[in-house]
């Protein structure tokens, strides 16, 4: 079974620096995809960045980047120029390709920016 | 694009009493929808999956006959939490897809406190 760790409880980042999360993953396929998500205080889950595990180029979007290091099973989440907006829990999550399957998420890293 | 409702978003009930709580995908068609729990300060955890016109398909150590699911359309699914209990109190998330389709776009939860 495939499992996802994010080793860091909680990250502090002051305003308009920048930030990286961790997240490794274990898993006996070779092609999936991974994601990163963002829940704020209101807790609705929103879509950060998306990898697919056959693609080697890392994902980017806007001020969010990723590092996704396959043979390591690494997949980190770059946060350049970080926002006030930007302060919520961050889940990092795992999905086999093709199949119809949920994802496993990550137990979290509860993000903090510093004015 | 992409957006999924949850109905209601808050709701008490008695213990003993059952609960339905609505999925909507409100600009595709969701061919699977995905049920998740989420307790305070934890991650989500799938509970099910379901297919348009199937019945759905439960993790283990999720009661079936406890979490009723129906997809009854492209566009709508329900949980029930039947003869709810106050251990039953939770976050609920629904997700949904649409088909071919890989990212998963998540509702808003639902909170239920069962007295």
């Known amino acids: 079974a495939q499992t996802v760790t994010q080793s860091q409880p909680e990250m502090s980042v002051q305003e308009a620096e920048t930030v990286t999360l961790s997240c490794t993953y274990d898993?006996?396929?070779?092609?999936?995809?991974l994601f990163w998500y963002k829940q704020p205080p209101s807790r609705q889950m929103i879509l950060v960045i998306r990898q697919e595990a056959y693609k080697q180029q890392n994902a980017t979007e806007n001020r969010f980047s990723v590092n996704f290091q396959k043979a390591a099973k690494s997949f980190s989440l770059k946060i350049s120029d970080s926002q006030l907006g930007d302060a919520a829990m961050y889940f990092c999550a795992y999905k086999r390709r093709g199949g119809a399957d949920g994802l496993t998420f990550g137990k979290g890293t509860h993000l903090i920016i510093q004015p | 694009g992409a957006v999924v409702s949850q109905h209601p978003s808050w709701v008490i009930c008695k213990s003993g009493t059952s609960v339905k709580i609505e999925c909507r995908s409100l600009d595709f068609q969701a061919t699977t929808m995905f049920w998740y729990r989420q307790f305070p300060k934890q991650s989500l955890m799938l509970m099910a999956t379901?297919?348009?016109?199937?019945?759905?398909?439960?993790e283990q150590g999720v009661e079936k006959d406890k979490f009723l699911i129906n997809h009854a359309s492209l566009t709508l699914s329900t949980l029930t939490v039947t003869s709810a209990h106050p251990e039953d109190s939770s976050f609920y998330i629904c997700?949904?897809?649409?088909?071919?389709?890989?990212?998963?776009?998540f509702g808003p939860g639902t909170r239920l406190l069962v007295l």
């Open positions: 898993t006996s396929e070779s092609d999936y995809y």
């Open positions: 997700s949904a897809r649409y088909r071919g389709g890989e990212t998963q776009y």
């Open positions: 379901s297919n348009e016109g199937s019945k759905a398909t439960y």
